[in-house]
């Protein structure tokens, strides 16, 4: 069973630039089911943020942070990552790394904790 450890998160000021990593253990991410980042606020429903599914390397991306956000992974599928740049306010979160069959929709299989980005203007 494959376990996830999320780090990367902190506080840094809009405009500013974060990499989450999520590291895989007991197990790697599987090159057929989605990889993805997701948040959530307390009190909000958990929105997707960005996928990527390494069988065909395709990746989306929430309209939200098209642009400032790059979903991306080692070769060894052990580690996901999630480059943030000009961070805004609205992108304070707790950031969770997840892989399963469905990012789109969120049923996903395997949770990370979670890292906290807070974000201030």
């Known amino acids: 069973q494959v376990q996830f450890v999320e780090s990367g998160g902190g506080s840094v000021q809009a405009g500013g630039s974060l990499r989450l990593s999520c590291a895989a253990s007991g197990n790697t991410f599987q090159r057929t089911n989605c990889m993805g980042w997701f948040r959530q606020v307390p009190g909000k429903e958990r929105e997707g943020v960005a996928s990527?599914?390494?069988?065909?390397?395709?990746?989306n991306y929430a309209d939200s942070v098209k642009g400032r956000f790059t979903i991306s992974r080692d070769n060894a599928l052990t580690a996901l990552y999630l480059d943030m740049s000009g961070l805004k306010p609205e992108d304070t979160a707790m950031y969770y790394c997840a892989t399963g069959g469905d990012c789109a929709g969120g049923r996903m299989d395997y949770w990370g904790q979670g890292t906290q980005v807070t974000v201030s203007s």
């Open positions: 990527l599914y390494p069988i065909t390397s395709s990746t």
